[in-house]
């Protein structure tokens, strides 16, 4: 069964920054993406970012766009970054990291997810 790990969860200040990590594991098959949804109390749960399995394919949620950056560790292919700058109390949240074999903005499309870590940000 894979694993999805995620790591870096915290509380953080109003524009302060933060990185979260996740590592999958026991992959059955050979390319894998990776991606991050979020889900804040009371809203659904919406996409942030993914990336392909190779790393040269990345796409953003509208509100990560310029401030978010999701990248594969040089190593380990299968463990990956969040790099989260200029950080508002809008994207407090429980941050999920996702595994697949095809990278998608769909929540359905992800079936193997992490249990979630939690990331405050205080005003």
């Known amino acids: 069964q894979v694993q999805v790990v995620e790591s870096g969860g915290g509380l953080v200040q109003a524009g302060g920054s933060l990185r979260l990590s996740c590592t999958a594991s026991?992959?059955?098959?050979?390319?894998?993406?990776m991606g991050w949804f979020r889900q804040a109390p009371g809203k659904e749960r919406e996409f942030v970012a993914g990336i392909n399995w190779s790393g040269a394919l990345t796409y953003y949620g509208d509100f990560a766009e310029g401030r978010f950056t999701l990248s594969r560790d040089d190593v380990n292919v299968n463990l990956v970054y969040l790099q989260m700058n200029n950080l508002s109390p809008d994207d407090t949240a429980v941050y999920y990291c996702?595994?697949?074999?095809?990278?998608?903005?769909?929540?359905?499309?992800?079936?193997?997810w992490g249990q979630g870590t939690q990331v405050t940000v205080s005003s």
């Open positions: 026991r992959i059955t098959f050979r390319y894998v993406a």
């Open positions: 996702v595994a697949g074999r095809l990278l998608s903005r769909a929540l359905d499309e992800w079936p193997f």
